[in-house]
């Protein structure tokens, strides 16, 4: 590879319900927003973790005008990984998160779930030891 410096910087999400999706981010993980964008076509919101301001990010993106915000099928849930699965799994749940997925240790010390958000996001969250 070349001296090329490739970081992931954000992962966009398009939702219908703009205060429902803050609601549960917020919520559920403790994301924060950093910068809103309002602007004619659609409303945006960048988020990231309290201890994560340099991202990766989470955008919210709500556009005003009447779309299918349907999605394709070539994606898989969004990643997390945290210190404590059952907190967090409960956290997102007491935020309106579904789970889909029982907590499952899938190696030696590797612990998994998954769940949607109220919008139909889907969730990984992964405990690696402890």
């Known amino acids: 590879m070349s001296d090329n410096s490739i970081r992931?910087?954000?992962i966009k999400l398009n939702v219908e319900?703009?205060?429902g999706a803050l609601a549960f981010?917020?919520?559920a993980f403790g994301f924060e927003v950093r910068q809103t964008y309002d602007e004619p076509t659609f409303l945006e919101h960048?988020?990231?973790?309290p201890d994560q301001p340099e991202g990766p990010s989470?955008?919210?993106v709500k556009p005003k005008a009447a779309m299918d915000m349907s999605g394709g099928g070539g994606h898989?849930?969004?990643?997390l990984t945290c210190s404590d699965i059952?907190?967090?799994l409960e956290s997102a749940l007491a935020a309106g998160g579904t789970k889909t997925m029982d907590i499952t240790e899938v190696a030696p010390g590797i612990r998994v779930c998954l769940l949607t958000s109220p919008q139909g996001h889907e969730i990984e969250l992964v405990q690696a030891g402890g």
């Open 86 to 88: 059952v907190t967090t």
């Open 76 to 79: 898989g849930p969004i990643g």
């Open 25 to 27: 981010w917020r919520s």
């Open 17 to 19: 319900d703009m205060e």
């Open 46 to 49: 960048i988020m990231n973790l």
């Open 58 to 60: 989470l955008m919210l």
């Open 8 to 10: 992931l910087a954000f």
